[in-house]
């Protein structure tokens, strides 16, 4: 009976996982209120897991506004689940604070754990990682937190994550150009890209799929800065004619354009341009209509990309930039654009204030990208404080499920809706 009733709440992936059990415990009314949310992801249509904060783990499964609470077993205490993932493959995956990486592969596979150990995953301060597939090739990347560096980890899967096998690459051992990787990426031709810490200042590696290295830096390429900050390469069908990859450094945007056996650069904005930089101290952003530089955050589209920096967003398809200017941004004390997401035709653009130490979202500015029109989004009312960030999680085709984390107090949850530009909290109900 328990198991039949297990496989009709518990989402797909944690069906049959010895790991996790639930806990039927008697939870008092509006104790929904009180989590803390660190992580959450999308499984498909509006299903959702949510990892919260504490000593030990939890993992939620939000479905039509109810939550079914998930605790790990005694005999694996990974300690605080910090993010989850949805991999290209269907498997979420979950890091850990303490012990690694659990995958949930499918309804029937039991989870896998890529524990902390110098033959598998040297250290436990992981920063991201990346599912790699390309033919029958899938690899997991793993990068990592460490003061010292401590390069990446990829691992080898076969027989849907049954058979795993660990590499350590880093500077004396492959390469790399620096133990300090903060990003690994896959283009659509199937190379694999490094990004180092940009306080290095060693650019950017690539990996082919031959075992190749090439290296791309200020003296070989269009790159504004060999302090690369961003990777992010389009997708089949998206983005600009071509395939690209776009780098973001504090130089301005370039790109790498694939076009058949050919390799072309370009840079968009340098502010080492003497009077670029000139008018910029006082309050210019360029001289040049495609100098756009300072950037935080790009986002592909069907036919265009985004680009934000501190202050504006652009609209970039072809030979075309607009630019948007949200009214709450601008001047030397004022407020600045840090975070953007487009869905559903809007633009979402987090904001917070220029010079506050670790600052919360003063706002969150909504804009229809075919009426040109900005609209401010209303939070504060929720909790009557500034969220440290805020989350938006696809729910369905026209909804966003939305957590906002603060600093003191609960996390809270809501729905927004993309038609009305509205913001409705949850309290979800426990499953008993």
């Given at each position: 009976?328990?198991?039949?009733?297990?496989?009709?709440?518990?989402?797909?992936?944690?069906?049959?996982?010895?790991?996790?059990?639930?806990?039927?415990?008697?939870?008092?009314?509006?104790?929904?209120?009180?989590?803390?949310?660190?992580?959450?992801?999308?499984?498909?249509?509006?299903?959702?897991?949510?990892?919260?904060?504490?000593?030990?783990?939890?993992?939620?499964?939000?479905?039509?506004?109810?939550?079914?609470?998930?605790?790990?077993?005694?005999?694996?205490?990974?300690?605080?689940?910090?993010?989850?993932?949805?991999?290209?493959?269907?498997?979420?995956?979950?890091?850990?604070?303490?012990?690694?990486?659990?995958?949930?592969?499918?309804?029937?596979?039991?989870?896998?754990?890529?524990?902390?150990?110098?033959?598998?995953?040297?250290?436990?301060?992981?920063?991201?990682?990346?599912?790699?597939?390309?033919?029958?090739?899938?690899?997991?990347?793993?990068?990592?937190?460490?003061?010292?560096?401590?390069?990446?980890?990829?691992?080898?899967?076969?027989?849907?994550?049954?058979?795993?096998?660990?590499?350590?690459?880093?500077?004396?051992?492959?390469?790399?150009?620096?133990?300090?990787?903060?990003?690994?990426?896959?283009?659509?031709?199937?190379?694999?890209?490094?990004?180092?810490?940009?306080?290095?200042?060693?650019?950017?590696?690539?990996?082919?799929?031959?075992?190749?290295?090439?290296?791309?830096?200020?003296?070989?390429?269009?790159?504004?800065?060999?302090?690369?900050?961003?990777?992010?390469?389009?997708?089949?069908?998206?983005?600009?004619?071509?395939?690209?990859?776009?780098?973001?450094?504090?130089?301005?945007?370039?790109?790498?354009?694939?076009?058949?056996?050919?390799?072309?650069?370009?840079?968009?904005?340098d502010k080492s341009n003497v009077i670029d930089t000139m008018a910029r101290a006082i309050g210019i952003?360029?001289?040049?209509?495609?100098?756009?530089?300072?950037?935080?955050?790009?986002?592909?589209?069907?036919?265009?990309?985004?680009?934000?920096?501190?202050?504006?967003?652009?609209?970039?398809?072809?030979?075309?930039?607009?630019?948007?200017?949200?009214?709450?941004?601008?001047?030397?004390?004022?407020?600045?654009?840090?975070?953007?997401?487009?869905?559903?035709?809007?633009?979402?653009?987090?904001?917070?204030?220029?010079?506050?130490?670790?600052?919360?979202?003063?706002?969150?500015?909504?804009?229809?990208?075919?009426?040109?029109?900005?609209?401010?989004?209303?939070?504060?009312?929720?909790?009557?404080?500034?969220?440290?960030?805020?989350?938006?999680?696809?729910?369905?085709?026209?909804?966003?499920?939305?957590?906002?984390?603060?600093?003191?107090?609960?996390?809270?949850?809501?729905?927004?809706?993309?038609?009305?530009?509205?913001?409705?909290?949850?309290?979800?109900?426990?499953?008993?």
């Amino acid at each position: 009976m328990l198991k039949n009733i297990l496989s009709k709440i518990l989402p797909p992936p944690l069906r049959g996982g010895s790991i996790f059990f639930i806990a039927v415990v008697m939870l008092f009314a509006g104790c929904a209120s009180g989590l803390r949310v660190n992580s959450a992801v999308s499984l498909n249509r509006e299903k959702l897991l949510l990892s919260t904060e504490g000593g030990n783990s939890e993992i939620l499964y939000y479905s039509n506004t109810v939550l079914s609470h998930w605790l790990p077993g005694k005999e694996a205490p990974f300690g605080e689940i910090v993010s989850l993932d949805l991999l290209n493959d269907g498997a979420v995956l979950a890091i850990t604070e303490k012990n690694g990486i659990v995958v949930f592969p499918d309804a029937q596979g039991k989870p896998v754990h890529l524990a902390i150990d110098d033959n598998k995953l040297p250290d436990h301060r992981i920063r991201n990682t990346c599912l790699y597939q390309f033919g029958k090739i899938k690899k997991l990347y793993v990068t990592y937190y460490s003061p010292g560096g401590t390069g990446v980890t990829e691992c080898t899967i076969k027989n849907n994550w049954k058979d795993i096998t660990y590499n350590t690459l880093n500077r004396n051992g492959s390469g790399l150009r620096s133990n300090y990787v903060h990003q690994v990426v896959p283009d659509i031709r199937g190379n694999i890209w490094f990004r180092y810490s940009a306080s290095k200042k060693e650019g950017v590696s690539r990996l082919n799929l031959k075992g190749e290295w090439d290296h791309f830096d200020r003296r070989n390429s269009e790159l504004g800065d060999n302090g690369v900050i961003l990777i992010r390469p389009e997708k089949r069908g998206m983005g600009q004619d071509g395939d690209n990859i776009w780098f973001v450094s504090g130089a301005g945007l370039s790109r790498l354009q694939y076009r058949g056996k050919k390799e072309n650069w370009k840079l968009f904005g340098d502010k080492s341009n003497v009077i670029d930089t000139m008018a910029r101290a006082i309050g210019i952003q360029s001289w040049f209509t495609d100098a756009i530089v300072d950037i935080v955050d790009i986002e592909i589209l069907d036919d265009a990309i985004l680009i934000a920096n501190k202050e504006a967003i652009y609209h970039f398809k072809g030979k075309n930039i607009n630019r948007f200017l949200p009214e709450t941004t601008g001047g030397i004390n004022e407020h600045r654009i840090f975070d953007i997401k487009f869905r559903a035709g809007t633009i979402i653009a987090k904001i917070h204030s220029a010079h506050e130490p670790n600052p919360p979202v003063r706002s969150v500015m909504l804009f229809d990208l075919e009426k040109r029109r900005w609209k401010k989004l209303e939070y504060f009312h929720l909790a009557n404080q500034f969220p440290r960030n805020i989350y938006f999680i696809p729910y369905n085709e026209k909804q966003d499920f939305v957590v906002l984390k603060y600093v003191s107090g609960p996390s809270r949850l809501a729905i927004f809706d993309y038609v009305t530009g509205g913001l409705r909290e949850i309290k979800p109900s426990f499953e008993r």
